[in-house]
């Protein structure tokens, strides 16, 4: 069996140096494989996405070479690629020969109005929309990769900046290297829609207004959008002559960043009608949920991965790895699925201050109740690795959320809980509910029981604590007490319900240090149960009629739209672990170990 020896002096250099040459390769590929049971739901979800291995229709397409627009034969190919994209139709693939596509040169040639890429059709379930390398001559190993060069110029009047609209259906957009944007890469306001296997790299932009390589715009109903294996790096205000960045802008630009309803807008049921809880929570409107973000790649953007605005979910942040970043995972939405991601610090100029932060912090009023207690509440934070951050993992709201088997080292703060108040009473004045899990007590034993809106008095019994167990950490988590306006009714004195491991410094050196620590057998195809599954090896599985890879057999992980999994379905941190052997495997496979250490256990009152 394969082994690793590495020490804790040398971890993050090393990565970083990895990681770094990795990045710099001319490739729409990144080192990473996601983990089994995440790779077998997104084969699920995109179990009926894939049509026939041969297209209905294929279009190649070649960059501008002085001729005329093409037929769109592999030897007369087609040369305008704006035009080829507004005119595809259900089951047509584009093909495109490895190469430089000037896309203003595009533009100009056939007089379109800007040098961005409109989708004008749907595709279907079965017969999607494809833009993709030439499948037979895509080699990025070897620089084979059709790359979309926008040279900074994807400008039209009126409409925020973007480079690819894709507001249709059933669209693949495959294999592609996207470069030189300015504002934003893909407008992603279609559904069932699968975007993956890209390169996108270098946006220029203030990061005030919404933006990243991937924005999803998408609203209104579950979007079933997946984004899965690209390589994301480099979005803020660039030195555009070096490709450095300077400035890494607000807080409104990621990697990828969702942008969809501000608010719900709820009408309540009428009281006189003995509405159930179900029935105030069917009064909103449909969520924007059911995004899935899998095993992508992102460094030197202001946030990896984030939402925007608290809603009902879920979404999904799966196997995903960021570096470099302020924030690795931002997610407000509920009963989201955050698990198997790999968050560190890097050697760029993006100090890593928050490795998952889960919920945000809204004002409140009896209006906005339900946007205000979404905040991520219900969602599972499963089996991630974080390095090196401020805070490993900052809950902005927490009731209902199920924290197991994370591994967080190298952090000021493991955990940190920032109770947020929510007003419902006396015009938006105290008294109010301070606490996302202290929600838990709102029954009618509560003293403001009788002054609470019929909206707060029917979900009485539907809130329940924080759990977090299973984790390791090398800190004391940080919970900080309730911070009531008036003191004397901070009568709840609720806590999270806490089982956690935190290692001694002995032990952080142990796991990091000099020891051998066994690889993934690949006979049993098994993982032990802590820190991230995310590892560096190829799939060794052809993927089936063009679907994803096969990963294999689930262990018991969360499928869409279900409750977040048994805490105590997991081992904890007991257990010494790496991810699959491969050729030229690195220290980072060995952040999915983690040690046995002394117990420190709170609970409830």
């Not at 202001?302 to 970043?325: C, I, R, W």
């Given at each position: ?5 590495f ?22 590929v990144?080192p990473?494989v996601?983990a089994?049971?995440?790779q077998?739901?997104i ?28 037929t ?22 584009l ?5 430089v ?5 595009i ?16 595709g279907?379930?079965g017969?999607p ?6 499948p ?5 190993a070897?620089g084979q ?5 926008f040279?900074?110029?994807n ?15 059933f ?15 893909i407008?992603?306001?279609?559904y069932?829609n ?22 999803v715009i ?6 079933n ?10 979005i ?6 070096s ?10 630009v ?6 969809t309803r ?7 049921p009428?009281?006189g ?7 105030y ?6 969520p ?7 095993n ?12 925007k ?5 879920p979404?999904?942040?799966?196997s ?7 924030i690795?995972?931002k997610?407000s939405?509920s009963?989201s699925?955050?698990?198997h991601n ?8 993006v100090e890593?201050?928050?490795g998952?932060?889960?919920?945000n912090a ?21 089996r991630n690795?974080i ?8 809950y902005?709201s927490?009731?209902g959320?199920v924290s197991?088997?994370?591994l ?15 007003a419902w ?8 509910i301070?606490?996302e ?9 509560h ?7 019929d ?28 911070d ?9 004195g ?12 002995p ?7 000099d020891?051998?620590?066994p ?11 802590c ?10 599985t052809?993927?089936?009629?063009g679907g994803a890879?096969?990963g294999?057999?689930t262990?018991?992980?969360t ?13 904890g ?12 495997g ?14 420190r ?5």
């Amino acid at each position: 069996m394969t082994r690793l020896r590495f020490s804790l002096g040398t971890l993050l250099p090393l990565l970083s140096l990895t990681l770094a040459t990795a990045g710099a390769q001319a490739s729409t590929v990144h080192p990473f494989v996601g983990a089994p049971e995440d790779q077998a739901l997104i084969d699920g979800v995109l179990a009926d996405f894939f049509g026939p291995e041969t297209p209905a229709e294929v279009l190649y397409v070649a960059p501008p070479d002085g001729s005329q627009a093409g037929t769109g034969t592999r030897d007369d190919p087609l040369r305008d690629l704006i035009g080829a994209v507004a005119a595809a139709t259900a089951g047509t693939a584009l093909y495109l020969e490895p190469g430089v596509y000037d896309m203003s040169q595009i533009r100009d040639l056939w007089g379109h109005g800007s040098s961005v890429l409109d989708t004008g059709a749907d595709g279907t379930a079965g017969a999607p929309i494809i833009v993709s390398t030439d499948p037979e001559r895509y080699d990025p190993a070897a620089g084979q990769v059709a790359v979309l060069d926008f040279g900074y110029d994807n400008h039209r009047d009126n409409v925020r900046t973007m480079s690819f609209d894709m507001s249709h259906d059933f669209w693949l957009v495959e294999k592609l290297e996207l470069r030189n944007m300015d504002g934003r890469g893909i407008w992603l306001n279609g559904y069932d829609n699968v975007i993956r296997d890209n390169h996108m790299h270098h946006i220029d932009t203030d990061g005030t207004n919404n933006q990243g390589f991937i924005l999803v715009i998408a609203s209104g109903r579950p979007t079933n959008n997946v984004i899965m294996g690209n390589h994301f790096h480099h979005i803020g205000i660039l030195d555009r002559a070096s490709g450095e960045v300077t400035d890494y802008g607000g807080v409104n630009v990621a990697c990828v960043y969702t942008e969809t309803r501000q608010t719900y807008d709820t009408v309540l049921p009428d009281p006189g009608t003995s509405p159930t809880p179900q029935d105030y929570l069917d009064a909103k409107l449909p969520p924007d949920s059911h995004t899935y973000l899998y095993n992508n790649y992102g460094h030197h953007c202001a946030m990896g991965f984030a939402t925007k605005n608290s809603g009902e979910g879920p979404y999904f942040f799966l196997s995903n790895v960021a570096h470099d970043v302020r924030i690795g995972i931002k997610n407000s939405y509920s009963s989201s699925v955050i698990r198997h991601n790999v968050i560190y610090a890097g050697a760029g100029d993006v100090e890593l201050g928050t490795g998952i932060s889960n919920g945000n912090a809204n004002g409140g009023g009896v209006g906005e109740y339900f946007n205000d207690t979404a905040n991520g509440h219900l969602s599972e934070i499963r089996r991630n690795t974080i390095v090196g951050a401020g805070n490993g993992v900052n809950y902005r709201s927490g009731w209902g959320v199920v924290s197991s088997g994370n591994l967080i080292v190298e952090t000021t703060e493991g955990i940190h809980i920032h109770r947020n108040q929510f007003a419902w009473y006396d015009g938006g004045q105290w008294p109010g509910i301070r606490g996302e899990y202290i929600l838990g007590d709102l029954n009618a034993a509560h003293p403001y029981y009788a002054l609470m809106p019929d909206y707060v008095q029917a979900l009485e019994g539907t809130f329940v604590e924080l759990s977090t167990t299973g984790n390791c950490y090398d800190a004391e988590p940080i919970i900080a007490p309730a911070d009531f306006t008036q003191p004397e009714n901070d009568i709840t004195g609720m806590v999270p319900d806490e089982n956690y491991e935190v290692l001694s410094a002995p032990e952080v050196e142990q796991l990091f240090g000099d020891s051998e620590y066994p690889l993934r057998d690949d006979s049993t195809g098994l993982y032990e149960s802590c820190g991230s599954q995310v590892s560096q090896e190829e799939p060794t599985t052809e993927p089936p009629d063009g679907g994803a890879p096969d990963g294999g057999v689930t262990d018991g992980g969360t499928s869409p739209g279900a409750t977040p999994s048994d805490p105590e379905a997991d081992d904890g941190c007991g257990c010494r672990t790496a991810p699959r052997s491969g050729g030229g495997g690195w220290a980072m496979l060995a952040l999915a170990v983690a040690a046995s250490a002394a117990s420190r256990r709170r609970r409830s009152s």
